[in-house]
């Protein structure tokens, strides 16, 4: 499941993974349909996920999850700047 931080806007995006049954290894972000991915780096001080480089990703986007283990899953359409909107994943490990 991903949950959006308190505060989020189409210029500001924080997503947090719950209920993953591994650790996490990369989160990425796609506003174009696939053809790119912006890498999301986890903050010390939570398990949020954001922007390496501070911008913000818009509304909606596809979520790439990559797990230790090197499984991944796709998890499209997610709202991303409505804040604690909470919508399940596609897939688990």
């Not at 954001?50 to 359409?77: A, E, H, M, W």
């Amino acid at each position: 499941m991903f949950m959006n931080k308190t505060g989020v806007s189409k210029d500001w995006n924080s997503i947090q993974v719950q209920g993953a049954n591994t650790p996490l290894k990369s989160l990425e972000v796609s506003t174009d349909g696939g053809s790119s991915w912006t890498p999301l780096e986890v903050q010390s001080n939570s398990n949020y996920y954001q922007p390496k480089n501070g911008k913000g990703l818009g509304t909606t986007g596809d979520i790439r999850v990559t797990f230790l283990s090197g499984k991944q899953f796709v998890t499209k359409n997610i709202e991303l700047a409505t804040p604690e909107s909470p919508k399940a994943g596609s897939g688990n490990c």
